[in-house]
């Protein structure tokens, strides 16, 4: 018995040997679908990441982000002054008394206005800032040196992912220089609170109309990068920016209007009170987002891109497909002499199959094979051009796994190939010789 599989296993080979070379030919499809394939998926986990780490930002499990309800996504060129799109301080209190709720880091935001001053490539850049503030106990446990100065020290800044991908996007499209996170951290730069930039000391933009006010300067200095806040401006410690209202009244448009909260960081003691706690915060009539509800936007902006890459790979899915169930059964019409004949002799549908799968799955792996080694390096092109060839694209990291994405291009190349060659092969392997002796 045994001696028998062994002949049976060495013809096959044999057989399966002489036929691939030939097959190859036919099966060329399969390499652009692999390709496309590890391309896909990379990209669309890169967009995903850059999604969640630098648009919408990170949270935690027990988190929840608290934001006021905004009835109008258009930017309000009042932004600096105290307004209507601000957490009440009644309502911020009323959050850190519920039942459930183990901390709420306020993210206050600084209603005077701030020029900034940076150098940068033998030049010194002067442009308005949005400023806010967070807590020092909002970064414990990270890298980020995060402490109240002295007097005689410098601020600390934290830069948002979020501004740092709109800067670059608005600085490419202007033709000027993007900024790495490399590049400028540790990098210092001078705060002038109370001056702004374009509109002088306050002018109509922030309701003062008579002479201009003493102005604060102060020097500040990057020492961090953060995905959990998705703030357009800068990021000082809160402690400092209530000191410097407090010693500087006149910085404000009016008194007691120098900060306000523009969004709560809530964690929960126990993940479980997350649907209790959200609930009670909207009924105070403020906007609420958690972990899932990022997800799902997130879920959303990729949907897009899914639709669209989905249906391209379908339709080279399709076309390699029809190809190899082409080719083999072309393969099946000039062979038929040679199977029936097979088939005379001894040989069973199995074998004859067999030999069809086995040489199908041969061809799927060198394509599958050729495939990835393609996708690699388109993926590896995209990664180093894409922020040349689409500015918005330039803060992606487009990266893959290289180990599971070999095992994955070339099990789709296999089962692909080897599916597409099964009818042909059940067709062959009911050839008969009396039928091919009619045909001649």
């Not at 993926?379 to 095992?407: D, E, M, Q, R």
Request: net charge positive.
């Amino acid at each position: 018995m045994l001696a028998y599989v062994a002949r049976n296993a060495v013809l096959i080979a044999r057989t399966v040997l002489r036929r691939v070379p030939g097959a190859l030919v036919s099966s060329f499809g399969i390499v652009f679908f692999i390709a496309f394939l590890i391309v896909f998926i990379a990209l669309r986990t890169g967009v995903r990441d850059y999604l969640e780490n630098r648009i919408f930002s990170r949270l935690n499990i027990n988190e929840i982000r608290v934001t006021p309800k905004s009835k109008t996504t258009l930017i309000n060129l009042n932004i600096f002054s105290a307004e209507k799109t601000r957490i009440p301080e009644g309502a911020a209190r009323r959050i850190q008394r519920l039942e459930g709720v183990a901390k709420v880091h306020r993210v206050v935001r600084l209603d005077v206005p701030v020029t900034m001053t940076f150098g940068m490539f033998g030049a010194l850049i002067k442009s308005d800032m949005l400023i806010s503030g967070i807590d020092r106990d909002f970064f414990r446990g990270s890298k980020i040196p995060w402490r109240v100065p002295k007097d005689d020290e410098m601020v600390p800044v934290v830069v948002p992912y979020f501004a740092l991908e709109l800067y670059n996007n608005f600085a490419n499209a202007a033709g000027t220089p993007e900024m790495g996170e490399k590049f400028i951290l540790g990098k210092t730069m001078e705060l002038t609170f109370g001056k702004s930039f374009m509109f002088g000391s306050g002018g109509l933009l922030f309701g003062r109309s008579g002479p201009e006010r003493r102005t604060v300067i102060a020097q500040g200095q990057i020492v961090g990068f953060t995905s959990q806040l998705n703030t357009a401006g800068l990021v000082l410690p809160a402690e400092y920016i209530r000191a410097l209202c407090r010693k500087n009244p006149d910085l404000a448009r009016r008194p007691g209007e120098c900060t306000s909260n523009m969004m709560l960081i809530v964690r929960v003691s126990d993940p479980r009170h997350l649907p209790a706690v959200s609930q009670r915060i909207r009924d105070l009539g403020l906007a609420v987002e958690s972990k899932e509800d990022i997800a799902q936007r997130t879920q959303k902006a990729v949907g897009f891109i899914d639709a669209v890459f989905f249906m391209l790979l379908m339709i080279i899915l399709a076309l390699t497909v029809i190809a190899i169930f082409n080719s083999y059964l072309t393969i099946v019409y000039n062979r038929s002499y040679e199977i029936s004949l097979e088939r005379m002799l001894g040989a069973t549908k199995v074998r004859i199959i067999a030999i069809f799968i086995i040489e199908a799955a041969i061809v799927g792996l060198v394509y599958g094979l050729a495939g990835f080694l393609l996708g690699s390096l388109a993926v590896t092109k995209l990664a180093h051009y894409a922020g040349n060839w689409v500015p918005l694209l330039g803060g992606l990291t487009i990266s893959f796994n290289a180990s599971a994405y070999a095992a994955m291009a070339l099990g789709a190349s296999v089962a692909v190939s080897a599916l597409s060659a099964l009818v042909p092969a059940v067709f062959a392997s009911n050839l008969s010789l009396f039928d091919n002796v009619k045909r001649f």
